[in-house]
T-cell receptor, first 113, second 114 residues
Framework: DAMVIQNPRYQVTQFGKPVTLSCSQTLNHNVMYWYQQKSSQAPKLLFHYYDKDFNNEADTPDNFQSRRPNTSFCFLDIRSPGLGDAAMYLC????????????FGNGTRLTVT | AQKITQTQPGMFVQEKEAVTLDCTYDTSDPSYGLFWYKQPSSGEMIFLIYQGSYDQQNATEGRYSLNFQKARKSANLVISASQLGDSAMYFCAMSLNTGNQFYFGTGTSLTVIP
């Protein structure tokens, strides 16, 4: 089945130690998104790619970076994780170009010790 | 700026009864899409239903229907015949035609009581 896959499901990192979360999709969608979701809150959009075009939200900290080497893969890099960065990170895709549903991965739950 | 508002932090419904979850939105863009997602305690986001801004009829998907009132800028989700498995967080979301941005409301926690 076509899907969005996030690895790992759970990630533990130390304060200040860089960490990378990965996302892959078999839907061949143009747009890939990264959301941060803290407990009992709505998902917060960090950035998205439309094909190779990167779109950063204005309030996304510089500590968060992203790479999309090809259509299928997208990475979230947190350069120096702080305790406040502990959250669920959700990757999603959409066909783009017109309003269409987001397809989500199962998320990566990040713990910062 | 685009905005999605869900005013019900928590809702309770008796099993087999219907429940309405409220959502209002604000945008000046004439073309947009409205979505509802379900998020169980396991964390995955499950797409439920979609309504386009130009759609004339309210969307329906099984037990889910969307009460779309464009003039009031509301897109309420109606769940009929509630089941215990419907207990979850429900998020209303909006996507614009112009920028591929996708915005979520703050969510409503639904608990179905046996």
């Amino acid at each position: 089945d076509a899907m969005v896959i996030q690895n790992p499901r759970y990630q533990v990192t130390q304060f200040g130690k860089p960490v990378t979360l990965s996302c892959s999709q078999t839907l061949n969608h143009n747009v890939m998104y990264w959301y941060q979701q803290k407990s009992s809150q709505a998902p917060k959009l960090l950035f998205h790619y439309y094909d190779k075009d990167f779109n950063n939200e204005a309030d996304t900290p510089d500590n968060f970076q992203s790479r999309r080497p090809n259509t299928s893969f997208c990475f979230l890099d947190i350069r120096s994780p702080g305790l406040g960065d502990a959250a669920m990170y959700l990757c999603a895709t959409s066909a783009g170009g017109q309003p269409s549903a987001l397809h989500f991965g199962n998320g990566t739950r990040l713990t910062v010790t | 700026a685009q905005k999605i508002t869900q005013t019900q932090p928590g809702m309770f419904v008796q099993e087999k009864e219907a429940v309405t979850l409220d959502c209002t939105y604000d945008t000046s863009d004439p073309s947009y899409g409205l979505f509802w997602y379900k998020q169980p305690s396991s964390g995955e986001m499950i797409f439920l239903i979609y309504q386009g801004s130009y759609d004339q009829q309210n969307a329906t998907e099984g037990r889910y229907s969307l009460n779309f009132q464009k003039a009031r800028k509301s897109a309420n989700l109606v769940i009929s015949a509630s089941q215990l498995g419907d207990s979850a967080m429900y998020f209303c979301a909006m996507s614009l035609n112009t920028g591929n941005q996708f915005y979520f409301g703050t969510g409503t926690s639904l608990t179905v009581i046996p």
